[in-house]
């Protein structure tokens, strides 16, 4: 969309700017909405189009970016810049009153309308005084804080117009208020990271533009009266905050240039029409007159800065290198995440919570099995550490946290991870206190060499003499790997060796040892279960010559072998004294 100036006579001279079907916004950047990362998408071949022609490819480039909260104007402000590049800043490069305004898209409306970064299709080319001419580029950026973007993506989409350009508008409304300030110093810090320090600022020019301003009664519409707010907004005082004094000095440092222009409010009809398509005469002359200083102010060649990077002037061909770098870094993982201040508190609340119960199961974890403490059996050590982990994850759900459920469960799934990897720890600093496992190695190697001998005593008695030396060398060996491990322990060089020998020894206990160990207990248990089922079955057999205890030997008198009280002791009958003997 073009605009060609084309001077008509009706009354008084006129300009009117007609589009041409040619020239056009480009989105050059592209945020893939869809995905739940919001992958950025560099459209190379658009931007290369754009900056690679044969009449501006080599030639030094001036790169103007808007940026600014959504629904804010932007892009109705970037197309008076166009009217003003393609007439060359003549004086009547407003074009007539009656006219559309045309060029990048907008509207009015609550809904945002810009997505992405976008880059009119046409570099225009301005002639300095010195003679030279530079292209200069206009870049249109998707508005911030809208209800659809992230706080990464507005942080990354204005970071790669601050990184692009040369000068940065910064679109605000009605004045320069602490948090136009805080938002500002949290993109251009979230860009300083992605560019390497070389000790200078990294940004060039810095160009508030306060719309609507609604104090002229304090200062004047125009440049004068912006500067003059600027400066009293980012003077550190003696009694300010050391916070609010970091913020104006970090901005300061990051730009070499900054400057700030007030503009009146554009009238009722603008703001309240939604008919209205950029009519001249629908626009209170006020604005008009005010617009009129500012764009000379911006675009005359005495006012252009050509994009620099390193004291070094780019040309329009080497911007699509820089473009690619940038993507990348955004797209990889070097670069922090941005988050909002609630996601910021809702993480530290959480995290706080998290580092409590933490604490909770590592000093109950360290009196059960750590430090001196000393070996437990891993099937105790199992229960005990269950018990713990109930205890710590019900600490965590204990506090109240910011977030609600949804939130907090992420934390507490992490809470768990890193619960299991110091497990992990203590369950090897608990096996390190086992003397047998500590000595498994020796002992190994002394049954392996106990085995090899008494193979090389029968191998001798039946005069099998090759495998009794091959015994003996295998002892012999084995002798010689002893000293070795037992060097290293004591040592400790050459611990690489020393893993190698506990490996083997530890495969050889394992699939050797430990099978015919597992296999004699399963046999002795089998027998000793026999053994006492055996026993069992003996004991519930009853004995013929056992005494019935259901008989009751004195419940029933039996008359033959009850005394007769009148007989005597030995069962003589008494007779009375005469027939005594």
Not at 42 to 54: F, S, W
Request: proline share 5%; with cysteine.
């Amino acid at each position: 969309q073009a605009y060609n100036c084309l001077i008509h006579f009706y009354k008084r001279p006129k300009l009117i700017v007609k589009m041409s079907a040619l020239d056009r916004p480009v989105q050059i950047v592209k945020i893939d909405d869809e995905s739940e990362t919001h992958n950025f998408i560099l459209d190379e071949e658009a931007l290369n189009e754009i900056l690679n022609r044969d009449e501006i490819r080599d030639k030094p480039i001036c790169i103007i970016s808007v940026a600014g909260a959504f629904r804010k104007g932007k892009s109705f402000l970037l197309n008076f810049m166009l009217r003003y590049l393609e007439c060359q800043g003549s004086e009547e490069w407003m074009g007539p009153e009656e006219g559309h305004l045309d060029g990048f898209h907008w509207r009015g409306g609550m809904e945002r309308d810009t997505t992405g970064i976008l880059m009119w299709s046409k570099i225009f080319l301005v002639k300095f005084p010195a003679g030279r001419e530079v292209g200069v580029a206009l870049v249109d950026t998707q508005g911030s804080f809208d209800a659809s973007s992230t706080v990464r993506d507005c942080a990354t989409i204005f970071a790669l117009s601050l990184m692009t350009s040369s000068v940065l508008v910064y679109n605000i409304f009605n004045n320069i208020q602490e948090d136009d300030l805080q938002h500002l110093h949290f993109f251009t810090e979230y860009g300083r990271l992605a560019l390497e320090d070389s000790g200078q600022a990294p940004f060039q020019k810095l160009q508030f533009l306060v719309r609507d301003w609604q104090y002229p009664y304090e200062e004047p519409y125009g440049a004068e009266g912006g500067d003059n707010v600027l400066q009293k907004q980012l003077q550190v005082g003696e009694n300010m905050h050391q916070e609010l004094a970091t913020l104006r000095k970090g901005l300061s440092s990051c730009f070499s240039e900054m400057s700030n222009f007030l503009l009146p409010h554009p009238g009722r009809h603008v703001a309240t029409n939604p008919n209205f398509k950029g009519n001249l005469n629908q626009i209170d002359e006020e604005f008009i007159e005010h617009l009129k200083d500012f764009m000379p102010n911006l675009l005359s060649p005495s006012s252009l800065v050509v994009k620099a990077m390193a004291d070094k002037e780019v040309k329009a061909k080497e911007i699509m290198q820089y473009f690619k770098s940038y993507i990348e870094i955004f797209k990889g993982n070097t670069m922090p995440e941005a988050k909002s201040m609630l996601q910021v508190t809702i993480e530290a609340n959480n995290l706080v919570s998290l580092a409590s119960a933490k604490e909770l199961y590592i000093a109950s974890m360290e009196s059960l099995c750590g430090g001196e403490r000393p070996y437990l059996n891993q099937q105790q050590l199992d229960t005990e550490h269950s018990l713990i982990v109930e205890s710590a994850l019900a600490e965590f759900d204990s506090r109240k946290k910011l977030g609600g459920e949804e939130s907090s469960l992420q934390y507490r799934e992490q809470l768990a991870t890193e619960i299991e990897k110091s497990y992990n720890h203590y369950k090897a600093h608990n096996e390190s206190k086992n003397i047998f496992k500590a000595a498994s190695t020796p002992i190994t190697l002394f049954v392996m060499w106990f085995v090899l001998y008494i193979l090389s005593q029968v191998t001798s008695l039946l005069m099998l003499d090759p495998l009794a030396d091959l015994a003996s060398w295998l002892m012999w060996g084995l002798f010689s790997l002893g000293v070795t491990w037992a060097y290293i322990k004591f040592s400790g060089e050459f611990s690489e060796i020393g893993v190698v020998i506990d490996w083997m020894t530890g495969e050889v206990w394992d699939n050797c040892f430990q099978t015919l160990l597992n296999k004699a207990v399963e046999r002795g248990s089998e027998t000793a279960m026999k053994q006492a089922v055996t026993m069992m079955k003996l004991v519930s057999t009853p004995n013929p010559l056992t005494p019935n205890p259901t008989m009751n030997l004195v419940s029933t008198p039996n008359p033959r072998l009850t005394p007769n009280p009148k007989l005597n002791l030995v069962g003589t009958p008494n007779l009375g004294p005469k027939k005594r003997l």
